[in-house]
């Protein structure tokens, strides 16, 4: 959380942007009794948890009860599908984009707005790590509308060296 947690001061220095890393887990609903018994391997009624780390806020931790693996997965599957087949209904996403904003933002949006978070990077759990976290909606707008939005496999295998390319030149091209 340290190195995390500097990271983001660091961040916030070179671009003025507040970032929140965003950590999704599961854990098992009886932790101790878990530990103790030393089955800690994944289970698919293991409980949502949500860890934000801001440069400023240190490591916030929400346990969001009742929320399992199973039915997490299950609808990140079916957003995934409904968002990226085409079809002629332009809202068939909605619902799970909602849901999963639900899970997966609204238990922490108080802290985020707390610490002034402009740029939230996700670091999911397996079967959350291809999720388009930037389509999340929260009945009004998309996620991507509020915040800048990135998916990191981890900062330890991530180069987090900040490169200003606001004045660099490029071509690009496309077909």
Known sequence: PETASQLAHDIEVATGERPGFVYISFVPAGLEESLRLNQLEPQNSDELELVVITARGG????????????????????????????????????????????????????????????????????GLRTLPYAALYDGEQYLVERYSVGLIPSLSLTNTEYVDVRNASMLAMGV
Request: aromatic residues 6%.
């Open 59 to 126: 490591m916030i931790r929400r346990r969001v009860p009742g929320v399992t693996r199973n039915q997490v997965t299950r609808m990140a599957q079916a957003f995934r599908q409904d968002i990226t087949v085409p079809t002629r209904s332009a809202t068939r996403h909605l619902a799970e984009a909602q849901q999963l904003y639900r899970w997966l933002v609204a238990p922490i949006q108080d802290q985020l707005d707390l610490h002034g978070i402009t740029n939230l990077s996700f670091l999911a759990d397996e």
